[in-house]
C-alpha cells in the first residue's frame, strides 16, 4: 500500500510539473491501526477467538492458519454449542423460580375456581400464569379479552416446567467442567469407535486378529511426534448470553463472509 501511494504522488509530481492538474488523480491511503490478538495453540484466548470468528480472515488469524481440523477448532464448536445449552438452563432456572417465588400457579388456580368478576390485577395475575406476552402493560378490557380467548380455545396452562436437583447438577458440570477433546463430536465417535473395536475383536478369527495385529504395530512405527495439547482448562463463557444450539450447531454460520475490512481506506482527495 505504500509503493502506491509513492507512486501516485510521484505521478501527481510529474503531472503538475509539466502545466497538468494533477490533483484530479491524487488519492491518500489512509492507514488505520487495528489490534491483533496473540494467542497460543490449545489456550483459552484461541479458543474463544475461534468461536467467535465471523468471516474466514478472523478465523484465518485467531487460528494462525492452521487447518480446519485441529483440535481447538473442535473445542470452540463444543464450546459454542456447551454455551447454548448453559443460556437455555438459565432461563429456565430463572423462569421456574419466579414462578415459585410469586405464587403465581396457586393464586392463578384459586381466581380460576372463584370465577368473574375479576379486578384487573388478577387478570393479569391469570393471565401470567397462561404465558401470555406482555400482559403486565395491558389494561381491563383488552385483559378480559385475552382471558376470554383463553377459556374459549380451552387450552391449559402451558407448562413451565419445574427445577430439578438433576437440572441444577448438569448446569454446574455445563459451567465448571473443562472442555476436552473428549467431551467433542469427533472425541465421542473416537469413542464409539474405539468400543467397537473391543467389542469385534471377541468375534474376529485368529487370522483377523493377527492382521490387526499387524496393522497396529505398523502404526506404531508410522507414529510420528504432534504437538500436545495443552492442559489448560478451557471454559464456556458466562457473561454473556449465548444462543442456544440446533441440533445440527455450527462453528461457522452461513452467513460468515470472505468480506473483511483489513483497516486500510483509500479516500480520493
Request: charged share 30%; with cysteine; glycine share 6%.
Amino acid at each position: 500500500m505504500r509503493h502506491i501511494q509513492s507512486s501516485n504522488d510521484l505521478s501527481i509530481h510529474f503531472l503538475n510539473e509539466n502545466g497538468f492538474d494533477g490533483s484530479a488523480f491524487k488519492v491518500q491511503i489512509k492507514e488505520k491501526t487495528e489490534p491483533r490478538r496473540i494467542t497460543v495453540p490449545h489456550g483459552q484466548e484461541r479458543i474463544d477467538a475461534i468461536s467467535k470468528a465471523s468471516t474466514h480472515v478472523k478465523l484465518f488469524h485467531a487460528t494462525g492458519g492452521t487447518h480446519l481440523t485441529s483440535d481447538d477448532i473442535f473445542i470452540a464448536t463444543e464450546k459454542k454449542v456447551r454455551e447454548g445449552e448453559i443460556s437455555t438452563l438459565k432461563k429456565k432456572k430463572e423462569k421456574c423460580t419466579q414462578m415459585h417465588m410469586q405464587s403465581v400457579e396457586t393464586d392463578a388456580k384459586e381466581l380460576l375456581e372463584r370465577g368473574p368478576p375479576y379486578k384487573l390485577p388478577e387478570l393479569k395475575a391469570i393471565l401470567k400464569y397462561h404465558q401470555v406476552k406482555g400482559c403486565s402493560s395491558l389494561n381491563k378490557p383488552a385483559a378480559e379479552t385475552k382471558l376470554q380467548e383463553i377459556i374459549g380455545r380451552g387450552t391449559p396452562a402451558p407448562d413451565y416446567g419445574d427445577w430439578t436437583d438433576a437440572d441444577e447438577q448438569k448446569l454446574l458440570t455445563l459451567t465448571t467442567k473443562p472442555i476436552s477433546m473428549g467431551d467433542t463430536s469427533l472425541g465421542r465417535l473416537r469413542t464409539v469407535k474405539r468400543m467397537e473395536l473391543h467389542a469385534a475383536i471377541n468375534h474376529m478369527s485368529k487370522e483377523e486378529r493377527e492382521d490387526i495385529r499387524n496393522k497396529m504395530n505398523a502404526a506404531d512405527d508410522m507414529e510420528v511426534d504432534v504437538e500436545p495439547a495443552s492442559i489448560v482448562p478451557i471454559l464456556p463463557n458466562l457473561a454473556g448470553e449465548s444462543t442456544p444450539p440446533t441440533s445440527a450447531a455450527q462453528l461457522f454460520p452461513d452467513e460468515m463472509s470472505d468480506v473483511e475490512d483489513d483497516g486500510i481506506q483509500v479516500e480520493v482527495v
